[in-house]
């Protein structure tokens, strides 16, 4: 007698929803704006800490209010900064058997272009795919 254990395959997707390009901003800060979807029971999503990261500086997102999985936060990016690089990191907490573990998700890497008001070519809103 055999017994076969079927263990379902957890996902964890991290979608950015930042344009490619933004037109230039006076204040300086720009939006940017993820979803986090995960199809894991056991995770914690009151633990969710999300972060934007440039210039090797960790910026923390707060969640939407409307939409659930969906966070943003202002970045300050630089005058004179044509384009910048960036990435989503979510870490959180996730229970297993008798006890508690923390996690982590890394998006690919991403670009940010500024555009100034003449040379935005009407494509400010394209967003990733």
Known sequence: M??????????????NLTPRQLPRASAGLYPVEAMFQS?????DHGSMKPLVIFNNQAYPMSRTKLVEGRWETLIPIPVGTQVINYHFK????????MMRNADSKLSPPYQLKIVDQ????????ERED
């Open 90 to 97: 979510f870490d959180y907490n996730y229970n297993a058997i």
């Open 118 to 125: 003449g040379d935005s070519g009407g494509l400010l809103m």
């Open 2 to 15: 055999s017994v076969v254990l079927l263990v379902g395959c957890t996902t964890s997707t991290i979608t």
């Open 39 to 43: 199809n894991q029971r056991t995770l």
